[in-house]
C-alpha cells in the first residue's frame, strides 16, 4: 500500500512550503491536507496560491482533503456557531455550510486532489431521519460540485450516531448516493470494534485513516504508542485483504516530546507494513 501522511499531525500550525518539503525528502509519496483555518486557510487564496505553485514542481502529490469541520481556528471553541453541519435542519444554516465546503473544493482549481474527505455530522450527534434527509440535500449538491473539479467525495465513519458503519450503509440505501467510504479505524475501535465495522465498510472503503486510542478517546496516537489499545497485528491483516483499494494513510497528533517527527513517522509506516496477525499490539 502507498505511504500517505494526513498533515493532521501539524494541525495547530500554518501549512507551509518548507513543510511539504521535508515530507518529500522523508520519502513520503503523498499527503492529505488538513482544512483547519488556522493549519490551512481555505479562503486565503494567497496561502492556496503558494502551495499551488511548491505542488506543480513537486513530485509530491496531494491525495485527499479533509474537508473543514469548523470556521474558526481554535478547533470550533468560539462556539457551536463555528461547528459546520451538512446534516443541519434549518435550510438558511445548511446553505451556508455547504458553501463553506465548497470553498474547500475550489482547492482543486489550484491544486489537484482525488477525494474530499467528509463527515456526517458533528460529533456526539443524535441520528434522525431528519438529518439524513438534510445530509441529502446537502450530499447532493456537494457532489456535483465536486465531479466538476475532478473530486470523489468519501463519507467517514465518526463517533456519532449518524456515522457508523452501519448507519453509513443505511445512508447509501435510502439516498441511493452510492458513497465510498474513508475508513478511521480509530473511530471504528471506539465504536463497535474495528472488525465490525470493517466488515460492514470494505467493500466501498477507498481510503484510510490509521491512529491509535484507548477505545475511549479520539487520540490519534501513533501505532502502538503507550495508551492505545488497538490489535495493530490483526488490524493489518485486515487491511491487507483489501490493499488495492486505499492507501496506508497515517492521521496522528503531534507529540511535542518527538525530536524528529518526520522519523517517527517513517517507523511507523515499516512498522505496520510488517506487523502480522500474531504480534500483539505493543510489538508495533
Not at 496531494?62 to 481556528?73: G, I, N, R, W
Not at 456515522?163 to 448516493?177: G, P
Amino acid at each position: 500500500m502507498q505511504r500517505v501522511l494526513s498533515t493532521h499531525v501539524i494541525a495547530n500550525h500554518r501549512l507551509t512550503t518548507a513543510w511539504l518539503s521535508r515530507v518529500e525528502r522523508a520519502g513520503i509519496p503523498a499527503i492529505e491536507i488538513f482544512c483547519a483555518r488556522q493549519h490551512l486557510d481555505y479562503q486565503d487564496k494567497n496561502q492556496i496560491a503558494e502551495l499551488g505553485h511548491w505542488f506543480r514542481d513537486s513530485d509530491l502529490k496531494l491525495h485527499s482533503l479533509h474537508a473543514p469541520m469548523y470556521t474558526d481556528d481554535i478547533w470550533g471553541r468560539s462556539g457551536p456557531h463555528a461547528h459546520i453541519n451538512i446534516t443541519e435542519r434549518v435550510k438558511v444554516e445548511r446553505i451556508r455550510w455547504v458553501d463553506e465546503i465548497k470553498r474547500a473544493l475550489e482547492i482543486a482549481e489550484t491544486i489537484p486532489f482525488r477525494y474530499l474527505i467528509q463527515h456526517l455530522g458533528v460529533g456526539g450527534q443524535a441520528f434522525s431521519e431528519h438529518a439524513v434527509e438534510a445530509a441529502f440535500s446537502s450530499l447532493d449538491e456537494l457532489i456535483v460540485f465536486a465531479r466538476q473539479r475532478g473530486v470523489e467525495i468519501l463519507l467517514e465513519n465518526t463517533p456519532n450516531d449518524l456515522s457508523t458503519a452501519t448507519r453509513l450503509r443505511y445512508f447509501n440505501e435510502v439516498t441511493h448516493l452510492k458513497l465510498n467510504f474513508v475508513f478511521d479505524i480509530g473511530h471504528a475501535h471506539i465504536g463497535a470494534g474495528v472488525e465490525h465495522e470493517f466488515d460492514i465498510m470494505k467493500d466501498r472503503i477507498r481510503s484510510l485513516h490509521l491512529h491509535d486510542n484507548n477505545a475511549k478517546e479520539d487520540q490519534h496516537l501513533f501505532p502502538g504508542a503507550p495508551g492505545g489499545t488497538i490489535d495493530w497485528g490483526h488490524a493489518m491483516e485486515l487491511l491487507r485483504t483489501r490493499r488495492d483499494q486505499y492507501p496506508l494513510l497515517l492521521e496522528l497528533r503531534e507529540v511535542p516530546e518527538h525530536q524528529n517527527p518526520l522519523g517517527e513517522i517513517a517507523r511507523s509506516f515499516e512498522k505496520l507494513e510488517t506487523c502480522r496477525a500474531a504480534e500483539q499490539s505493543t510489538n508495533v
